[in-house]
């Protein structure tokens, strides 16, 4: 089955550790996206990527880095300099076709700094 | 992006319409309106899109007015199951970056 795949489900880090959350797609898509959820909130974009070697910023992408060295795969580095790193962590993709850009989500990393 | 605006929270009752504003009045012609859910805990799933007429699908209808600036996201018989936070986005496409508001909490009522 084509899908985007995040992992861990859950993940809890010490305080002042960088940790990275894994995304991964087999849907052949061009474009990536990270966002970031804290509870009762909507979605901020964190860091997106329209092809493989580039990426741009979101809008909250102090603290946080990313690589695209691969097209199925975009991970995400949480810093130690985030300053408030706990919350849900989803990772999508599109086609990056005009018209059709219906987004593909991964289920979700939640992510517990303490 | 064009803006949207959306209610904070709806009613529904179980079996009945379940009616979800967006206005969008900002939406240039080649944006399209898209919506989407997230049900508590998981990532957000695709409903259905526009660019100027209606459509249905499976799950729901879109209606988009003439000049383009609201739609409405019609669920035609709410279950429990459609308990959830709904987004409306616009977006032109190709490698335009996707973002998202606070969309709309809808709580279907037994």
């Known amino acids: 089955d084509g899908g985007i795949t995040q992992s861990p489900k859950y993940l809890f880090r010490k305080e002042g550790q960088n940790v990275t959350l894994s995304c991964e797609q087999n849907?052949?898509?061009?474009?990536m996206y990270w966002y970031r959820q804290d509870p009762g909130q909507g979605l901020r974009l964190i860091y997106y990527s329209q092809i493989v070697n580039d990426f741009q910023k979101g809008d909250i992408a102090e603290g946080y880095s990313v690589s695209r060295e691969k097209k199925e795969s975009f991970p995400l580095t949480v810093t130690s300099a985030q300053k408030n790193p706990t919350a849900f962590y989803l990772c999508a993709s599109t086609t990056g076709q005009a018209g059709n850009t219906e987004a593909f989500f991964g289920q979700g990393t939640r992510l517990t700094v303490v | 992006d064009a803006k949207t605006t959306q209610p904070t929270s709806m009613d529904c009752a179980e079996g009945r319409a379940a009616n979800l504003p967006c206005n969008h009045s900002t939406i240039s012609g080649n944006e399209y309106v898209y919506w989407y859910r997230q049900i508590h805990s998981q990532g957000p799933q695709y409903i259905i899109h526009?660019?100027?007429n209606n459509e249905t699908n499976e799950m729901a209808s879109l209606i988009i007015t003439e000049d383009r600036k609201s739609s409405t996201l019609i669920l035609p018989h709410a279950t429990l199951r459609d308990t959830a936070v709904y987004y409306c986005i616009v977006n032109r496409g190709g490698y335009q970056k996707v973002t998202f508001g606070t969309g709309t909490k809808l709580q279907v009522i037994p």
């Open positions: 849907l052949n898509h061009d474009a």
């Open positions: 526009g660019l100027k």
